[in-house]
């Protein structure tokens, strides 16, 4: 299998390296790391979509019908039509119909935006997490972060149980459907109940795990010391539904990050350094 790393989205939140930890002008640059892998009998699978075709079709319209404004102002989203998954999927010379399978880590809104860009495409969720973005949205964060708007015309999903056989100490569904046995969904709850990573074998029996946002920044893994930027770890702490949880399964993947380094490469949502030395092909 080969895989894409994508950017589908950027982010320029006030604060510069308070946030990125290396800009050096008074904003900052947040990415949405996305995973397009092409496999050999199974289609093109997309992990996460960021924001979407639809999203970007209104950059300047106030109140934006897909993203509120208090997001929108907060993280000074830059919406960019050429970053969407489904433009870049076609620059490498495929079609929207080509993508037969998306893995969703999570339905917040800069993971979610692009689904209905890919209306064949079935759509892979912790059964959770789908429950709780279509279900009531009682609290301030649940009715900012999930967009019924972005989802609404889905029309394939396929949710899935928490418990599966065991993946380097980690719970793994395994055998998702109408996806090839290297394709795992790890559940990683804390940032939402439902929130998931992803893992993938890419041979030589190594895998990458895109961890989603069980953490923010680089510095939160690869070293038994977590060091995270005061905007990025703010951030993480207003969008916790569970702080033991997030913290717990953060830890846990820190320590995987260390112990094996050698057959697991970790990398997060929105972090621009391990996305740039992802596509570099650069060892985290």
Do not use: K
């Amino acid at each position: 299998m080969r895989i894409h790393h994508l950017n589908c989205g950027t982010d320029c939140p006030l604060g510069g390296a308070l946030f990125d930890g290396r800009s050096l002008g008074p904003l900052g640059r947040i990415v949405c790391h996305c995973l397009l892998i092409e496999t050999d009998a199974h289609g093109l699978v997309l992990v996460d979509t960021g924001y979407g075709l639809r999203d970007v079709a209104h950059p300047h319209h106030y109140p934006h019908p897909r993203i509120t404004p208090a997001w929108r102002a907060m993280l000074n989203i830059r919406l960019d039509e050429r970053e969407t998954a489904r433009r870049q999927i076609e620059a490498l010379g495929y079609r929207a119909d080509d993508v037969r399978h998306i893995i969703a880590t999570h339905l917040d809104f800069d993971h979610a935006g692009g689904l209905e860009d890919f209306p064949h495409a079935t759509v892979h969720v912790m059964q959770r997490e789908y429950d709780d973005a279509t279900g009531p949205r009682a609290d301030f964060v649940a009715r900012h972060r999930w967009r019924p708007a972005q989802i609404d015309e889905v029309q394939r999903w396929r949710g899935y149980g928490a418990r599966g056989e065991p993946w380097f100490g980690f719970d793994a569904v395994r055998d998702l459907d109408g996806l090839p046995p290297e394709i795992l969904l790890l559940p990683l709850p804390g940032h939402t109940w439902g929130h998931a990573g992803v893992a993938v074998r890419v041979g030589d029996g190594r895998w990458l795990l895109h961890a989603g946002d069980a953490y923010f920044y680089r510095g939160e893994m690869r070293s038994a010391q977590r060091r995270c930027t005061p905007g990025l770890r703010a951030y993480q702490r207003l969008m916790e539904v569970d702080r033991v949880a997030r913290l717990a399964n953060q830890q846990r993947l820190r320590t995987l990050s260390i112990e094996r380094r050698d057959a697991v490469t970790i990398t997060c949502t929105h972090d621009p350094v391990e996305l740039e030395r992802c596509q570099a092909g650069d060892p985290l």
